[in-house]
């Protein structure tokens, strides 16, 4: 599996971003899914999953209400809906493919990562 994040960018707070993970590979569709963060100089942290069909969301309690996280089986894409964005949103953006159907906050229980794209969140 190989996972392409794209979509990052500069934009300024109270602003949107829309992210994109592109995969190739069967698994995808039976996968669940997730979005991590990391901001700079701190270590990578859990922002939303998805399950495999799309019907189980979860997400870090800083951006509840914010971030929307979807995916689209067709396409073997996943998004995430970024509003209402935050400097303390900065940070470079990752995809990953959990090893089970449900997907994790553990990042432990992703097997395959995007190599990440830079959102920079502007005061």
């Known amino acids: 599996v190989q996972l392409q994040a794209s979509g990052g960018g500069l934009v300024q707070a109270g602003g949107s971003l829309r992210l994109s993970c592109a995969a190739s590979?069967?698994?995808?569709?039976?996968?669940?899914m997730g979005w991590f963060r990391q901001p700079p100089g701190k270590e990578r942290e859990f922002v939303a999953h998805?399950?495999?069909?799309?019907?189980?969301?979860n997400y870090a309690d800083s951006v509840k209400g914010r971030f929307t996280i979807s995916r689209d089986n067709a396409k073997n894409t996943v998004f995430l809906q970024m509003n209402s964005l935050k400097p303390e949103d900065t940070a470079v953006y990752y995809c990953?493919?959990?090893?089970?159907?449900?997907?994790?906050?553990?990042?432990?229980?992703?097997?395959?990562w995007g190599q990440g794209t830079l959102v920079t969140v502007s005061s």
């Open positions: 990953a493919k959990a090893r089970g159907r449900s997907g994790t906050i553990y990042i432990r229980e992703y097997d395959y």
């Open positions: 590979g069967r698994s995808f569709s039976t996968s669940g």
């Open positions: 998805i399950s495999w069909s799309g019907s189980i969301t």
